[in-house]
């Protein structure tokens, strides 16, 4: 069964749907992963995940993703946690269940190439500590930069999963699609992730790209992955399924929508009398769904503005995790107010760039710039990443760049275009790496802690010595966001009980109570 709840060794089988009623249809939930990334900046702290663990566990699901993407960094950077103990916590809590993360092949979970050598100890480690499902992409489609992290995820015996980032451009169609499936297959993929992260995939292209990879490779697993943001997707991933997809993603009801994806509970709903079923436990997915509904009011404060259908972007095409973060790099300047026209700015730059997809990281690299664009004035500044972007070394966009940004670039860098695998221009550099994280404070010695620095040198040597602290910054209790809420509304016109503070002198922490005039 695709939605079986054990066989970590058979990842990948699909039954054969013609000996049966009914084709089953396999669920990944994302609630521990991108539904959080898209709706509240990733601030999710693995303490509001323990609880709900074991009925994910046992609702069926063909996987549960919830690691990579931007996980990893929020742990380090915002909530003091260690990712990998966050992966090894999920493999105790969800022993059933086969684990997937997202995987931005030769970038890892940072922002720049890695050399091969660090990419192998990277799925190694990951493989090791727990995860079944790599779910492997590059934000440029570019497939030289899959190769190697595939490669490291067949040799641990995992499932390797290749990923195309569906976008739409005058230079992206049906027939490229294909294609670039059928390269993945070449690299031993044993599924095809069809990735649509910014919710533009409507539900002809959606059927059309499935039936043709179907019908050019044969019986091939295809996941479907797509937000919710546009309104039109629910029915994009119903063509889909026509199509033949077999897994499509969703997140449970009080955890989707808006920038997020959609609810898992829909699904199976839209699915009754069609001849599709998911075998997904409906009551298991109702405690999901109240757990969900209970914590999510605790980061109220870093919720995305957008909480129903946008249709600019199909315009913009700004994907669900990029616009929660941008909005908040807009107020952290002041700028809050600018999200429109920095939205109208996103896909002139992209053109500029030569049309890529907007994903992780060149969605973060374009999207920085149009702010850049918009604060600033049109290419008076060039980020760093972006110049790199322009000049090659994230590798190979689909469309030409604009002569005069790779003029800009050249000029402000120092560097000149290259048409190579951008790795291999990267010396082996896993050995350096360990003498360097070896004298950081705090570092524990082990492959993981390597790795950690490796992707983020300049906020892991802190993580270092905090990280005995404990997690930290994990949003507010129900009941602060009630009286703030009471407050704001002017619900509370008097205090009426004590109030409690929390004051720190030096090393010793002290509980003030105030009582109410």
């Known amino acids: 069964m695709l939605g079986g ?38 601030r999710m702290a693995m303490e509001d995940m323990v609880d709900v663990c074991e009925d994910i566990d046992r609702a069926g699901y063909w996987s549960v993703e919830c690691w990579g993407g931007a996980t990893f960094d929020a742990c380090i950077r915002f909530l003091n946690e260690d990712p990998w103990e966050r992966l090894r916590t999920f493999r105790e809590l969800m022993p059933n269940s086969r684990l997937q993360m ?22 190694e480690k990951s493989a090791e500590n727990g995860m079944d499902v790599f779910r492997v992409f590059d934000a440029l489609n570019d497939p030289r930069n899959l190769e190697r992290a595939m490669a490291a995820v067949r040799k641990t015996g995992k499932h390797a999963q290749g990923t195309i980032c569906y976008t739409v451009s005058p230079l992206h169609d ?19 992730a069809l990735k649509d992260m910014a919710a533009l995939l409507k539900p002809q292209p959606a059927y059309d790209i499935v039936k043709g990879i179907k019908d050019t490779y044969g019986d091939v697993q295809i996941n479907v992955h797509c937000h919710s943001t546009t309104g039109v997707t629910l029915v994009s991933l119903m063509k889909a399924i026509e199509a033949g997809a077999d897994v499509v993603d969703t997140a449970i009801s009080s955890m989707s929508l808006g920038p997020g994806h959609n609810p898992t509970e ?35 404060e870093f919720m995305s503005a957008i909480t129903g259908v946008d249709t600019d972007i199909f315009k913009s095409q700004i994907p669900g995790g990029m616009i929660s973060n941008m909005e908040s790099q807009l107020k952290a300047q002041g700028a809050g107010d600018r999200v429109k026209e920095v939205m109208e700015e996103v896909p002139r730059v992209r053109e500029d760039a030569g049309f890529p997809p907007l994903v992780t990281p060149s969605s973060q690299i374009v999207g920085t710039q149009a702010v850049f664009n918009v604060l600033m004035g049109r290419y008076k500044v060039l980020t760093g990443e972006f110049a790199d972007l322009m000049l090659g070394y994230y590798g190979e966009c689909p469309g030409e760049r604009s002569a005069e940004v790779t003029a800009l670039a050249e000029e402000q860098t ?39 620095y490796a992707m983020f040198p300049g906020v892991a040597p802190k993580f270092f010595t905090t990280r005995h602290e404990g997690p930290k910054n994990v949003g507010k209790t129900a009941e602060q966001v009630k009286k703030e809420a009471d407050a704001a509304s002017g619900a509370s016109k008097a205090i009426r009980e004590p109030i409690k503070y929390n004051v720190t002198v030096g090393d010793h922490s002290h509980t003030v109570s105030v009582e109410p005039a």
């Open 174 to 192: 049906t027939e490229k699609y294909v294609q670039l499936a059928g390269r993945l297959l070449d690299m031993g993929a044993e599924s095809i």
């Open 102 to 123: 997202l995987l931005r092949g030769q970038n890892l979970l940072g922002y720049r190439h890695y050399g091969d050598g660090v990419v192998d100890k990277f799925v």
């Open 266 to 300: 829909s699904l199976i709903e839209m699915l009754e009398g069609t001849g599709y079923s998911t075998g997904v436990d409906m009551e298991r997915l109702e405690r999901v769904r109240d757990h969900f509904a209970e914590v999510r009011p605790r980061y109220a």
């Open 414 to 452: 120092g560097k000149s275009p290259i048409t190579q695998r951008p790795a291999d221009l990267i010396e082996p550099e896993w050995e350096n790496l360990r003498v360097e994280a070896a004298e950081l404070p705090g570092a524990d010695g082990t492959d993981e802690d390597v790795l950690t």
């Open 5 to 42: 709840t054990t066989g970590v060794d058979r990842i990948g089988s699909v039954p054969d749907t013609k000996q049966m009623e009914t084709k089953q249809i396999g669920v990944t939930e994302l609630a521990l992963r991108d539904a959080h990334q898209s709706l509240m900046a990733t």
